[in-house]
């Protein structure tokens, strides 16, 4: 596994050390009066109130604290609870979509058909073999940390290949002929795209279910898992039902006493157990404690969407001279680790409005698989309304070898916004196919269609926020040193 002891120590210690050492500097007191004191002592001991107020305000720390680090744990189970909703069940079905908005995900796309499978090693390893072509597929774990690339960012570069996933703790002999990932986790996700090579959207389904995969166990007789095309098939499969209330914690009571405990993680197992979460035994906060997981929850996902959509950090822009941001803040690392440790607020940021890490996801170089960026304001720094009206010009030619599209998101589900156009996308393969390839391409949006340009234009609710992504498939040097960009989202009368 990529997660690193490192990971979980940085977490524990900077997420609650901060605000402990500004109310321990301020405790030392042993005078009543002091009215900068948060909690009062007495002869250098607490009172009965400080006592209580203390305990719960350590217990809200640590709450906050491990909600945070545990979020990608509950966000991928929401995944796996969203195929299991509708009938796809565990290491017998992937579901596979050319998706769009009555898909609720976390900043999915309708550029590439998706496939996706939850599957469980309890039982053993588990083999995929995907056949040469243009696919972009990964497997990560239970907690959302990478374990291998498949397809075109995998070593066989889209060549095809056999891929091998072993459980925890694997001791049986390893095959030869396969490439091989190791698991922290008995449950794991399989995520792949086909790309719609020439708009060929029904062939990219059809690749999909081109996929092989099965328990190594048959492979004498591959007992093969079955496709179930979603595309038309209203699913959530996001944390948002849990992610604010006492259920996030249900979830993740449930994860921890599924698998196994994962050594680095020792610190985050520590945390979880001072709130009563822990491996083997019941989960039954009392109305105390019930009350700071609530409020924890409410307080982490909230400061996880300011990483997101308020950030400061002058890294996060793409141009000095635009409002355009990078998604992820750390180049070519799945685990988000730089020189000097585990970048926090990138983390919180990707996970936030995203899903699934690998180094592809993050490379900022000509040639990688994809590339990403967010706006979330508009030229002048306002949010992005569902009740206005903008325009956004994107010169051309775009710099990616493949093609590109906008998609537009609601900020508070970080979703495909859905009105009654049923479009949240605008994409060169597609919508814009006609459109010039050297003039600037101008793309609208908001609650009315602007006259003249109705099929260039996406729908936004009125009194709800939004934001868009620009993809850029096989992305070309231009998109990175800085000779072509996009123009702002403006405001239009």
């Not at 921890?256 to 709130?275: K, N, R, T």
């Not at 035994?281 to 307080?299: G, H, N, T, V």
């Not at 900022?364 to 304001?377: E, H, M, P, V």
């Amino acid at each position: 596994m990529n997660y690193t002891a490192g990971l979980a120590i940085a977490l524990a210690v900077a997420f609650t050390m901060s605000a402990c050492a500004t109310d321990s500097s301020k405790s030392t007191s042993t005078t009543d009066s002091s009215k900068n004191a948060p909690y009062e002592l007495v002869q250098g001991y607490p009172t009965p109130d400080t006592a209580q107020r203390a305990q719960d305000d350590a217990d809200f720390q640590r709450a906050v604290t491990a909600y945070r680090f545990w979020y990608p744990a509950v966000s991928v189970e929401g995944i796996f609870n969203g195929n299991r909703a509708v009938g796809i069940q565990d290491n017998l079905a992937m579901g596979i979509a050319a998706a769009g908005p009555r898909q609720v995900g976390f900043t999915l796309n309708s550029d590439t058909p998706y496939g996706s499978a939850a599957l469980d090693l309890s039982q053993g390893p588990i083999v995929i073999v995907v056949p040469p072509g243009p696919y972009i597929g990964l497997v990560d774990n239970h907690y959302q940390g990478w374990i291998l690339d498949l397809g075109l960012p995998g070593p066989n570069e889209g060549r095809g290949g056999k891929h091998l996933i072993l459980p925890p703790g694997y001791k049986g002999q390893v095959p030869a002929g396969y490439q091989v990932g190791r698991s922290s986790s008995f449950k794991v996700l399989l995520a792949v795209r086909a790309l719609p090579m020439k708009g060929n959207v029904q062939g990219a389904m059809d690749a999909l279910r081109k996929l092989k995969i099965y328990p190594l166990s048959t492979a004498a007789h591959p007992k093969l898992m079955t496709f179930v095309d979603v595309t038309e098939t209203s699913m959530d499969s996001t944390a948002l039902r849990w992610e604010d209330n006492i259920q996030f914690w249900e979830e993740l009571h449930r994860i921890v006493d599924a698998e196994p405990l994962v050594e680095p993680f020792l610190p985050m197992y520590g945390l979880l157990s001072a709130l009563g979460i822990e491996k083997g035994k019941p989960f039954a906060p009392d109305a105390r404690m019930k009350a700071i997981l609530e409020r924890a929850a409410e307080a982490g996902r909230d400061q996880m969407l300011v990483s997101a959509f308020a950030s400061t950090r002058p890294d996060r822009l793409a141009w000095p001279d635009r409002k355009w941001e990078w998604i992820g803040l750390v180049p070519g690392s799945a685990q988000f680790e730089t020189p000097a440790g585990i970048d926090l607020e990138a983390r919180d940021r990707w996970f936030a409005q995203a899903i699934v890490t690998s180094p592809a996801m993050f490379r900022r170089t000509a040639g990688a698989g994809s590339l990403y960026w967010l706006a979330a304001r508009d030229g002048t720094g306002a949010y992005l309304d569902g009740g206005k009206s903008y325009k956004l010009s994107i010169p051309q030619p775009v710099p990616g070898k493949l093609f590109w599209s906008v998609t537009v998101y609601d900020a508070a589900t970080r979703s495909e916004v859905q009105t009654d156009q049923d479009k949240a996308a605008l994409r060169s393969m597609f919508e814009l196919k006609d459109a010039s390839t050297s003039a600037p391409v101008d793309l609208y949006f908001g609650p009315v269609a602007p006259a003249g340009h109705e099929d260039r234009w996406i729908k936004t609710n009125p009194g709800k926020g939004w934001f868009a992504y620009i993809r850029i498939y096989g992305p070309q040097q231009a998109a990175f040193d800085g000779s072509w960009k996009p123009g702002d989202i403006e405001e239009t009368k």
